[in-house]
């Protein structure tokens, strides 16, 4: 995997980090998050080609940097790094395995009895004077998190990253200058959001955005990600590992679990998947379910932004896709995207 400088990332996305994150950073069920990667998976498969590891932690404090940085609201920093508390191995694929491919939220609901099971995080927050109901739902707070096409600390920090991990979409440059650009304006309810200084900057934002989230539409991740549900689920019905291990093991310890269990039962159902899981190199696409292959087929949530641009002359922020037919036309064509009717790949045996 290739370098990618997280901390020199972080410094360009809040240049006064707060202190008080380093001091929430020791609880375990934040630490937790370093072995769980942003990207569901897809970086123990050679189907995907990921050029680094980018882990949950290291997404929640650069969520929580940028809510600083436009807000300096402790409440909703903290709100912010916690967002992701809940979040087991492998991520949104748990979701896929629960069947909640178009929200993708379903392992969201832990997260209040996380933080409230957190007898150290509750001493802090109560030292604070923040109440723990503050901290369990970062939706409340608009800058960290609002409803697509909205622009949102989450989703801004997502990206940039996944981009540069998935397919080299962002440089540390380009974000330092796509960032440099971000400003907190009013939307059209009247609530803080995050949006662009000008039309130029919002435009390759978007750009850039829908280049990433086509990935993430493509049959190759949509297989991968309900593939790894699948193993998950498997190795949960044979008694190889327990629910909670998504909680307590990091990845790699869960893939060499995988590993050591494949060997030992090569015959079973959860081998064939999980060595298709860690063979597959190439899709198929396809309007016919094929015999002997591996085959997905259904829609996935669309991730994409219509972000603000601030007014000139003092009249009211408004959507890119307002001032821009380029934007307009990019954000149809990326909402009227289907791939092949079905995705598949061969059983690895």
Request: hydrophobic content about 35%; some cysteine; proline content about 3%.
């Amino acid at each position: 995997m290739g370098e990618f400088s997280v901390s020199k990332y972080h410094s360009i996305l809040c240049p006064d980090r707060p202190d008080f994150l380093d001091e929430y950073l020791i609880l375990p069920s934040l630490q937790r998050l370093g072995g769980i990667g942003l990207l569901c998976g897809t970086d123990w498969t050679p189907l995907f080609h990921n050029k680094f590891f980018y882990s949950r932690l290291d997404h929640s404090v650069g969520a929580a940097l940028i809510t600083w940085n436009f807000t300096h609201n402790k409440r909703q920093t903290l709100a912010s790094l916690f967002h992701d508390i809940a979040s087991p191995a492998f991520s949104h694929a748990v979701d896929f395995r629960n069947g909640d491919r178009m929200r993708q939220e379903s392992t969201e609901a832990l997260t209040h009895d996380i933080i409230n099971g957190d007898l150290d995080l509750s001493e802090m927050l109560f030292r604070d004077g923040i109440y723990k109901y503050e901290m369990d739902d970062y939706h409340r707070y608009p800058v960290a998190d609002n409803e697509i096409p909205g622009l949102s600390a989450d989703r801004l920090e997502y990206m940039y990253p996944s981009g540069a991990a998935l397919s080299g979409t962002w440089t540390l440059d380009e974000i330092e200058k796509s960032y440099s650009a971000v400003t907190l304006l009013k939307n059209e309810r009247g609530q803080d959001e995050l949006g662009f200084a000008d039309r130029e900057s919002a435009l390759e934002y978007v750009r850039r955005f829908l280049d990433v989230s086509l990935i993430l539409q493509k049959g190759e991740d949509k297989l991968a990600m309900q593939l790894m549900g699948d193993i998950i689920g498997e190795a949960i019905s044979c008694g190889y590992i327990e629910e909670d291990d998504l909680y307590g093991m990091d990845e790699q310890s869960l893939i060499a679990k995988f590993e050591d269990c494949a060997d030992t039962s090569p015959g079973d159902n959860f081998a064939r998947l999980f060595r298709t899981f860690r063979g597959m190199t190439r899709l198929v696409r396809t309007d016919v379910k094929l015999n002997g292959h591996y085959c997905v087929s259904f829609d996935v949530k669309k991730r994409y932004v219509d972000p603000l641009v601030r007014g000139e002359g003092g009249k009211e922020a408004e959507r890119i896709s307002t001032l821009s037919t380029e934007a307009a036309r990019l954000i149809k064509d990326f909402l009227e995207f289907r791939d092949s009717y079905w995705a598949c790949v061969p059983y690895v045996l």
